[in-house]
């Protein structure tokens, strides 16, 4: 370069800038891959973050307009493929990597057969809206598939209890990711579908990964929702979280709790919604009321003899308020039949049935445990007679009963077993089998003697 062809001095922020112009101009478009490191998320937005190797490491930033389009959250650790461009941080004299775009490694394939599968289901038509199914209004039994470990049940029957505790709910519990995930899950919406016996049907989970959620993008889950009878709601993941299992749904809710919001309306929704048809129909009528008012007035004023005139209309005013009449009973009366209906379940869940029930089951217990005492009792007399009557084979008094005695040396009261411990004129002790004596040795004898 001829900036270096003579003697010229610069300062350090004339050199930085000249490496950055160059480092900019060569290296605008690169990817590299590498392992995360130093993550730092400040208020501001940016990520911050070094990615390194056996080798060598290097500082990046990923600026918020950037960092907002992530699909997932890099952690420490994370093995990346970011793109970008190499510049200068000037204030501290280092090069970086401004970061446009990342994926984390072994995402890319996952994506291009998340591409490929939808096209080609998209192809054949799964993804027709002349095949989505209504979702009824007001649904009396609710059908969800999850799984029962995760926060996305507890937030759906919270919602749902919130906003309308009498409907049935039915859960199948499933595993929602990794091997055989995406079987369970079709097989429980085909167990749904035979059943036959509910309105409408959730399947989803919380958020997660790309890989987490990999069950829902299966063709198996894809295909037993397009075959199902009843209405299904998609409900996997966050908001930004789209699965394929989201575009063969007869609706695609953003998130579980959004699922259970949409599936039924509250009850204050429908009060509300009762009460402005209400205001809307009193309105309805007084302006017809007014109407025919106004045009009876005018034919009053036109006509001479309006007698006539004055008895149709009448009778049109009392044939509409008897059918308004008509239409408030049957109004009353399908609410009364809906309250009696509600009343009924309320009973059928009365928790007196399930104590009564307990104390059934108590009792049972009671008995049975009494009887199994019973038994081990009368084991026990069995084992303490035979234990008994082997004692009494070993006892020393049969022995003795046959003739035999004991013989103890007094005053020491040992026993004597032999001859040899004895002398002339030791008193002695014999024990029969009835009865003692005392006696003193004369004589004794050797063995054999």
Same mark, same amino acid.
């Given at each position: &370069?001829?900036?270096?062809?003579?003697?010229?001095?610069?300062?350090?922020?004339?050199?930085?800038?000249?490496?950055?112009?160059?480092?900019?101009?060569?290296?605008?478009?690169?990817?590299?891959?590498?392992?995360?490191?130093?993550?730092?998320?400040?208020?501001?937005?940016?990520?911050?973050?070094?990615?390194?190797?056996?080798?060598?490491?290097?500082?990046?930033?990923?600026?918020?307009?950037?960092?907002?389009?992530? %699909?997932?959250?890099?952690?420490?650790? &994370?093995?990346? $493929?970011?793109?970008?461009?190499?510049?200068?941080?000037?204030?501290?004299?280092?090069?970086?990597?401004?970061? *446009?775009? &990342?994926?984390?490694?072994?995402?890319?394939?996952?994506?291009?057969?998340? @591409?490929?599968?939808?096209? %080609?289901?998209?192809?054949?038509?799964?993804?027709?809206?002349?095949?989505?199914?209504? @979702?009824?209004?007001?649904?009396?039994?609710?059908? @969800?598939? #999850?799984?029962? #470990?995760? /926060?996305?049940?507890?937030?759906?029957?919270?919602?749902?209890?919130?906003?309308?505790?009498?409907?049935? $709910?039915?859960?199948?519990?499933?595993?929602?990711?990794?091997?055989?995930?995406?079987?369970?899950?079709?097989?429980?919406?085909?167990?749904?579908?035979?059943?036959?016996?509910?309105?409408?049907?959730?399947?989803?989970?919380?958020?997660?990964?790309?890989?987490?959620?990999?069950?829902?993008?299966?063709?198996?889950?894809?295909?037993?929702?397009?075959? !199902?009878?009843?209405?299904?709601?998609?409900?996997?993941?966050?908001?930004?979280?789209?699965? $394929?299992?989201?575009?063969?749904?007869?609706?695609? /809710?953003?998130?579980? !709790?959004?699922?259970?919001?949409?599936?039924?309306?509250?009850?204050?929704?429908?009060?509300?919604?009762?009460?402005?048809?209400?205001?809307?129909?009193?309105?309805?009528?007084?302006?017809?009321?007014?109407?025919?008012?106004?045009?009876?007035?005018?034919?009053?004023? !036109?006509? %001479?003899?309006?007698? &006539?005139?004055?008895?149709?209309?009448?009778?049109?005013?009392?044939?509409?308020?008897? %059918?308004?009449?008509?239409?408030?009973?049957?109004?009353? !009366?399908?609410?009364?039949?809906?309250? /009696?209906?509600?009343?009924?379940?309320?009973?059928?869940?009365?928790?007196?049935?399930?104590?009564?029930?307990?104390?059934?089951?108590?009792?049972?217990?009671?008995?049975?445990?009494?009887?199994?005492?019973?038994?081990?009792?009368?084991?026990?007399?069995? #084992?303490? /007679?035979?234990?008994?009557?082997?004692?009494?084979?070993?006892?020393?008094?049969?022995?003795?009963?046959?003739?035999?005695?004991?013989?103890?040396?007094?005053? *020491?009261?040992?026993?004597?077993?032999?001859?040899?411990? $004895?002398?002339?004129?030791?008193?002695?002790?014999?024990?029969?089998?009835?009865?003692?004596?005392?006696?003193?040795?004369? *004589?004794?004898?050797?063995?054999?003697?």
């Amino acid at each position: &370069m001829e900036l270096f062809a003579e003697k010229r001095i610069l300062t350090v922020s004339q050199l930085t800038s000249l490496i950055r112009g160059v480092l900019e101009e060569n290296f605008e478009h690169v990817w590299v891959e590498g392992e995360t490191s130093n993550l730092s998320m400040p208020v501001s937005g940016h990520l911050y973050f070094t990615l390194k190797d056996a080798g060598a490491q290097l500082r990046c930033v990923m600026f918020r307009a950037s960092a907002r389009a992530l %699909r997932f959250k890099p952690s420490d650790g &994370m093995g990346l $493929i970011v793109r970008g461009r190499l510049s200068v941080y000037e204030q501290r004299g280092e090069y970086q990597l401004i970061v *446009e775009y &990342m994926e984390p490694l072994g995402v890319g394939a996952l994506q291009m057969a998340f @591409i490929q599968l939808k096209e %080609r289901l998209a192809g054949e038509g799964l993804f027709d809206e002349s095949h989505k199914k209504p @979702i009824p209004q007001l649904p009396q039994r609710i059908g @969800i598939v #999850t799984s029962v #470990t995760g /926060a996305a049940i507890h937030d759906m029957l919270n919602v749902l209890n919130r906003r309308f505790a009498n409907v049935e $709910i039915l859960i199948t519990p499933v595993k929602v990711q990794g091997e055989g995930a995406a079987e369970e899950i079709a097989a429980a919406i085909r167990d749904f579908n035979r059943y036959k016996e509910i309105d409408v049907m959730i399947v989803g989970r919380g958020g997660g990964s790309l890989e987490d959620l990999w069950a829902f993008n299966e063709e198996v889950v894809v295909r037993a929702i397009y075959n !199902s009878r009843i209405p299904v709601i998609s409900a996997v993941g966050h908001e930004v979280d789209f699965t $394929i299992a989201d575009f063969v749904a007869d609706l695609r /809710a953003p998130t579980p !709790s959004a699922a259970a919001e949409l599936v039924v309306k509250s009850k204050t929704e429908l009060a509300a919604e009762v009460e402005a048809l209400s205001h809307r129909l009193v309105q309805g009528i007084r302006h017809r009321l007014a109407g025919v008012d106004a045009r009876l007035f005018s034919l009053l004023r !036109s006509l %001479r003899e309006p007698s &006539m005139l004055l008895g149709h209309l009448g009778q049109r005013v009392d044939d509409l308020l008897g %059918r308004l009449d008509l239409a408030m009973q049957n109004g009353m !009366s399908r609410r009364k039949e809906r309250l /009696a209906f509600l009343l009924n379940n309320l009973r059928l869940t009365n928790p007196a049935l399930l104590v009564e029930r307990g104390r059934d089951m108590l009792a049972s217990l009671s008995a049975r445990g009494e009887k199994g005492v019973r038994r081990i009792v009368e084991r026990c007399h069995e #084992t303490a /007679a035979v234990d008994s009557a082997r004692l009494h084979a070993l006892s020393p008094l049969l022995t003795l009963a046959r003739g035999y005695s004991i013989v103890r040396k007094l005053p *020491e009261m040992k026993v004597i077993k032999e001859s040899s411990r $004895i002398e002339r004129g030791d008193r002695l002790e014999l024990t029969f089998h009835s009865g003692s004596a005392l006696c003193i040795v004369e *004589e004794k004898k050797q063995a054999g003697s």
